[in-house]
């Protein structure tokens, strides 16, 4: 159904009163323009996924949008930006008038974890990953059981637990090693794993290829420095008064033969 709604509709995503209407977004540099009268969620994913923006889009059991960054991108949304419009504030994306990344970010170093930054750290990302406080305070936080959402529309909390042994988000974890989550949906974590490796392979084949072709350029250009620097001044001397006396010999050759000549024609005379 429409973003907007209509009359009939009573859902939480009804935005009938203050409807979202006509406008753009930017994703990583590319517009992505809706109509809230006649586009639905599902609309906005497919225009997302088809424009090239590097991000899959997708909706989540809890009918929430949700944008992953791919491959392409190196796993990083770099700009999101409401433009001509306020489709990513009202859906909780960005907060009013702002964008991502915010454009006075100055990198303060305690902003990571405390959640007024988004970025992505760019250098030593994984040590700065945590575990949150509350379970390393209490492994009982832990959610290893799922329950039963009973919510309408479901939110993704389980209301009713299982009884005791129910380790479905366990399970569910485990399952991720084989379920299709990576690359916009189509691949596992080990093809992931196993086509970033082939890649390294590829690239450090290639790099060790240019590397022996540079390596043997190097071998030639010094080869032919010493033969340009190695040139004993004194040898090509002897070898000039060589050619020289040799030039000389000639010339005295051809002077002779000249006289010669004009004697014999005087003689016929």
């Not at 159904?1 to 009573?10: C, E, V």
């Not at 990513?88 to 990571?112: F, H, M, Q, W």
């Amino acid at each position: 159904k429409p973003l907007d709604g209509d009359s009939s509709t009573t859902q939480p995503e009804n935005f009938e009163l203050n409807p979202i209407g006509k406008g753009s977004f930017i994703l990583n540099g590319r517009s992505i323009t809706y109509d809230g009268a006649t586009d639905s969620l599902e609309d906005i994913v497919a225009r997302i996924n088809s424009t090239g923006t590097g991000v899959y889009a997708s909706i989540t059991p809890e009918n929430r949008l949700q944008l992953d960054a791919m491959r392409g991108k190196d796993y990083v949304i770099e700009t999101m930006a409401d433009s001509g419009g306020n489709f990513l504030e009202r859906l909780g994306i960005l907060d009013a008038d702002k964008a991502y990344p915010p454009p006075s970010y100055v990198n303060p170093p305690t902003s990571i974890f405390s959640g007024t930054v988004t970025l992505r750290p760019k250098d030593s990302a994984a040590s700065r990953i945590q575990i949150s406080s509350v379970i390393k305070n209490n492994l009982n936080a832990i959610a290893a059981a799922k329950g039963d959402d009973l919510s309408a529309p479901p939110d993704g909390v389980g209301d009713v637990s299982r009884g005791p042994g129910d380790g479905g988000n366990a399970i569910l974890l485990a399952a991720l090693r084989e379920s299709n989550t990576m690359e916009g949906g189509t691949g596992t974590y080990n093809d992931f794993v196993i086509g970033m490796l082939g890649e390294i392979g590829v690239e450090a084949g290639a790099a060790e290829r240019s590397q022996t072709a540079l390596d043997a350029q190097i071998t030639q250009l010094k080869s032919r420095r010493e033969e340009i620097q190695g040139v004993s001044i004194d040898e090509e001397m002897i070898n000039m008064i060589k050619y020289q006396r040799g030039f000389e010999a000639a010339a005295r050759i051809i002077s002779t033969m000249d006289q010669v000549l004009q004697t014999l024609i005087a003689l016929g005379r």
